[in-house]
Each structure stands twice: as C-alpha cells, then as structure tokens.
C-alpha cells in the first residue's frame, strides 16, 4: 500500500528504496501481528499472582516517569527503579514499550541531565532486549539521542550507548539504519581510539555487531 500510494522511500528510515524495489512478504510477521490483534483482554490479562504487584508498582512508576509536572527527582526515582524490573522481567519491558515511556526516556536523554541519561540509557537498553522493540526503538528515534552521548556524554552513559547500538544491531535492517546515520560510526570508531577501557569494549562491539553488514 505504501509503495502503491507512490512513495519512494522507506517508512521506517525514510532512506530511497530503487526504482523498482524487491519486496518480499514477511507471512510469519503478519502472523503475528494478526494473532497479537486477536487475543481477547481476558486472554492477554491471565492471571500471574506473583507478579502482581511488580505490575501494579510499574504502573505507577510510568505514570510518574511520562508526567509533565514530574520533577527531576521523581523521574530519577523511577527509572531507577523501572531499570531494576525490566532488567529481568519480558512482561514488564513490554507494558513500559507499550505505555508510551519510551517518549519520556528520549527527552531524559536530552535533558542534560548526566544521571537522568545514564538511568534512562539504561532503560532504554533493557527494553531492547526484546526483539518486537528493537525496530520500534529507532523509528522513535533513538539513533539520533545516542550518536549525541556518543559525542558529548560521561563515561558511563557512553558505554550504555554504545552497547544499546549493539543490541539493537541483532535486527539486519537496523544494522542498515545506524550505518547511515551521520557520525554513527565515526563516534564510535573515535571512542575506540580515545575512551576508557569500557567504553573501547563497547565500541567494539557495536562496530563488530554492524559490520557484519557489508555496507557500513
């Protein structure tokens, strides 16, 4: 529909597609979609008692952390705590995606803020360990917050960056995406050479990981 609607380009990275682009229908992904669009409330809301309250608890943590009137302090306080509860739990990293937090951690980036940036750095990462987030992190446009920190943040927050380009690089088509991106990786080539020895093995990494698509 989009290529029929005469677009040129692709809707996620806005980079040109050829002239007369092979496109080849992803069945399992419209699979998924399809069955993800109908399950029922009740089916999608089965009971997990022991995960109860860390659901209800992260609720409310969101509801703090996407506030406007939100201080800094509670925004800190609760992606401290949001980090620890998606470090292991899928449901939760899901339900944080799903709520619109990732919006709300990108300004944290932004915010100058280097202990806001390391706490929602790390956010961030823990959310791209799932797969169905990696693709939707960029489009929200993640790439551009981390080629920043990469350039201009603290120690820390530059080897977070680095190793969330590493895990959102599992995805080929995001390997495409961060290799086009201006200074991408240059920033990292340049923290190879200069950075600590955390950072240098981050930045490896990353590029490791992007390599391996033969453009970049």
């Not at 080849?24 to 089916?43: T, Y």
Request: net charge positive; hydrophobic share 40%; with cysteine.
């Amino acid at each position: 529909q989009w290529i029929d609607s005469g677009n040129r380009t692709c809707p996620i990275t806005k980079l040109p597609l050829s002239e007369n682009p092979s496109l080849i229908p992803n069945h399992a992904l419209r699979s998924l979609i399809s069955n993800f669009a109908h399950v029922s409330p009740k089916e999608s809301s089965r009971p997990r008692t022991h995960q109860e309250h860390s659901q209800s608890q992260s609720q409310a943590l969101i509801s703090t952390l996407v506030s406007r009137s939100s201080s800094n302090a509670s925004k800190l306080e609760s992606l401290s705590r949001l980090v620890r509860l998606t470090k292991r739990d899928s449901l939760i990293r899901r339900k944080v995606t799903e709520s619109g937090a990732v919006r709300a951690a990108l300004d944290c980036v932004d915010s100058g803020n280097q202990v806001l940036q390391e706490k929602s750095l790390s956010l961030l990462l823990n959310l791209s360990l799932e797969d169905d987030n990696k693709v939707g992190l960029v489009a929200d446009g993640v790439i551009r917050r981390i080629v920043s920190v990469l350039r201009v943040g603290s120690p820390d927050c530059k080897a977070i960056a680095a190793t969330l380009l590493t895990s959102l690089a599992v995805v080929e088509v995001n390997k495409a995406t961060i290799g086009s991106y201006p200074d991408a990786i240059s920033a990292l080539v340049y923290l190879l050479r200069v950075g600590n020895d955390r950072e240098r093995k981050e930045s490896a990494t990353a590029l490791y990981a992007l390599c391996s698509f033969m453009d970049n």
